[in-house]
């Protein structure tokens, strides 16, 4: 780990195969505390290259506990983090308004560590236990339309690194990686990332893996389309600047989207977004986000269809009911 400080100290870049061993290195607890920080301060400091992301990427998914769950026609809603915004959860809360509306959801989560609260710590605060066993995780995709999959569960390299990260509080290349290794990759994703650099760097990577993917950014720095600036949207073969307005919604405040002080608050406005009691706001905002993750399944579908189609998932009660029943199974 000395020389590879070193190289990246000289503003050098690693290959593929050097950023690949490295990894797993960290899986295997070959470097103390302060090395690892080291090491993840290193891309706070400068862009992450492909070769470094596609080579980390690599050993995740060469370590990755297999699972086998049918994903045809199934997508992932997930953002990076590291946007320092502490959000509620939006993405989640997504991901059972598109289940409201008859389709399939495979998100791969994890604990907050740069946010108060992540999908997992939404997820377990409602008293879900995580699970690996294929049975449960099938299950809870056939009957709620949702199954969520616990990143520490299936990426021991991202669950040996877990204490670092969260004790360092700010993001890392670990934030890039977790939308990158779905352990059962599903070929749909809607992922947000908190810049333009990642936007077209994870758009040349799907592509690349053959993922319809439509990688979004809000350009006042969220990670995720959040309704209070103008966002990019990038396809397979375009990118699309859109304004709230176009699509039918009002420019909102960033203290509208604040998840709270506890995973506690951010859990109540989970639970009123899905309820249909949540602010028109908050609301919008989630209804904005599943919309594009409808449209990346059905890119036939207007976005405006898809929008009507995710807010009659919450005013139905159809989102509640997914959640409710993922509960029931997960619990």
């Known amino acids: 780990?000395?020389?590879?400080?070193?190289?990246?100290?000289?503003?050098?870049?690693?290959?593929?195969?050097?950023?690949?061993?490295?990894?797993?290195?960290?899986a295997d607890g070959k470097y103390n505390d302060a090395q690892l920080s080291a090491f993840m301060t290193?891309?706070?400091?400068?862009?992450?290259?492909?070769?470094?992301?596609?080579?980390?990427?690599?050993a995740i998914l060469e370590r990755c506990i297999p699972i086998k769950i049918d994903t045809t026609g199934a997508i992932d809603i997930v953002g990076t983090g590291g946007?320092?915004?502490?959000?509620?959860?939006?993405?989640?809360?997504?991901?059972?308004?598109?289940?409201?509306?008859?389709?399939?959801?495979?998100?791969?989560?994890?604990?907050?560590?740069?946010?108060?609260?992540?999908?997992?710590?939404?997820?377990?605060?409602?008293g879900v236990r995580f699970s690996s066993d294929t049975d449960t995780l099938n299950r809870s995709l056939d009957i709620s339309g949702v199954c969520y999959l616990h990143a520490p569960l299936f990426s021991p390299a991202l669950k040996s690194v877990g204490p670092v990260?969260?004790?360092?509080?700010?993001?890392?290349?670990f934030n890039m990686l977790g939308p990158l290794v779905n352990p059962v990759m599903p070929k749909h994703q809607l992922l947000g990332v908190y810049n333009l650099k990642l936007l077209r760097l994870y758009s040349y990577l799907s592509r690349q893996e053959d993922i319809n993917c439509t990688v979004v950014h809000s350009l006042d720095?969220?990670?995720?389309?959040?309704?209070?600036?103008?966002?990019?949207?990038?396809?397979?073969?375009?990118?699309?600047?859109?304004?709230?307005e176009q699509l039918g919604f009002d420019t909102i405040s960033p203290d509208d989207l604040s998840g709270g002080?506890?995973?506690?608050?951010?859990?109540?406005?989970?639970?009123?977004?899905?309820?249909?009691?949540?602010?028109?706001?908050?609301?919008?905002?989630?209804?904005?986000?599943?919309?594009?993750?409808?449209?990346?399944?059905?890119?036939?579908?207007?976005?405006?269809?898809?929008?009507?189609q995710a807010r009659e998932s919450i005013s139905s009660g159809a989102a509640l009911g997914a959640f409710r029943k993922f509960i029931e199974i997960n619990s």
């Open 42 to 58: 290193v891309f706070l400091m400068r862009a992450i290259t492909l070769e470094e992301l596609a080579g980390f990427r690599d």
């Open 165 to 173: 990260r969260k004790a360092l509080g700010v993001r890392s290349f």
């Open 261 to 308: 002080d506890s995973i506690a608050d951010a859990a109540r406005i989970f639970d009123n977004v899905l309820s249909g009691t949540a602010s028109r706001a908050q609301t919008d905002c989630v209804v904005a986000n599943s919309a594009f993750a409808i449209h990346t399944l059905d890119p036939q579908l207007p976005i405006a269809e898809a929008i009507s």
């Open 83 to 126: 946007d320092g915004k502490n959000t509620f959860n939006i993405s989640t809360a997504s991901c059972f308004v598109v289940a409201g509306t008859g389709r399939k959801v495979v998100k791969h989560g994890n604990y907050g560590a740069t946010s108060i609260s992540g999908a997992s710590n939404v997820l377990e605060h409602h």
């Open 1 to 26: 780990m000395k020389d590879i400080l070193y190289k990246m100290f000289e503003h050098k870049s690693l290959s593929r195969e050097e950023s690949r061993s490295v990894l797993l290195n960290m």
């Open 221 to 244: 720095g969220y990670d995720e389309i959040s309704l209070t600036s103008p966002f990019k949207a990038a396809y397979a073969q375009s990118e699309n600047l859109y304004t709230p």
